[in-house]
């Protein structure tokens, strides 16, 4: 069976008592959802699609020192908690642009990337300030000016060329 147009999502609460043996519903409420607060636009649906590939890949920009071939193959083990520190860190920015947009926007609010490209590099930091900093402290700046330069690029930070 497929939703039509008219589909509508509809809760059911009841209030339950009595014993595991013998439950008595003692009251049930129906409620049904208005479709403007959980219907959005194809387009809409789709640009936050787009949105969190975008993330997606700024978080890959974010993993790739953490590698066996990376440069900081030392902490490689740590990929894990630089993706872990990512995701924490994005979601509350991510989820904002999410929450605050409009229903019907087809666009993405620009004002989210700086914010994603923040949580990335204050990942990165959270990871990095575990690691033996005499050794590494050259290659981590390395490291992370080109993770946000990358990440700048993914998100299209970068100040356009003009033509001479």
């Given at each position: 069976?497929?939703p039509d147009d ?27 959802s208005e479709r403007?607060?959980?219907q959005v636009s ?123």
């Amino acid at each position: 069976m497929t939703p039509d147009d008219d589909a509508q999502i509809i809760f059911l609460r009841h209030l339950v008592q009595g014993s595991a043996s013998s439950p008595v519903i003692r009251r049930s409420e129906v409620m049904i959802s208005e479709r403007s607060r959980w219907q959005v636009s194809e387009e809409r649906a789709d640009a936050v699609a787009a949105a969190a590939t975008i993330v997606k890949e700024v978080c890959s920009e974010l993993c790739k020192p953490f590698s066996q071939k990376g440069r900081l193959g030392v902490i490689a083990n740590r990929r894990g908690d630089v993706e872990a520190e990512f995701w924490s860190r994005v979601d509350q920015p991510f989820r904002k642009y999410i929450l605050n947009s409009s229903a019907d926007s087809a666009s993405i609010d620009p004002e989210v990337w700086p914010a994603v490209r923040k949580a990335a590099l204050d990942a990165f930091d959270a990871v990095a300030a575990s690691a033996p900093q005499a050794k590494l402290s050259l290659i981590l700046m390395v490291a992370r000016n080109r993770i946000g330069y990358n990440v700048s690029k993914v998100l299209g930070l970068l100040p356009q060329k003009t033509a001479a």
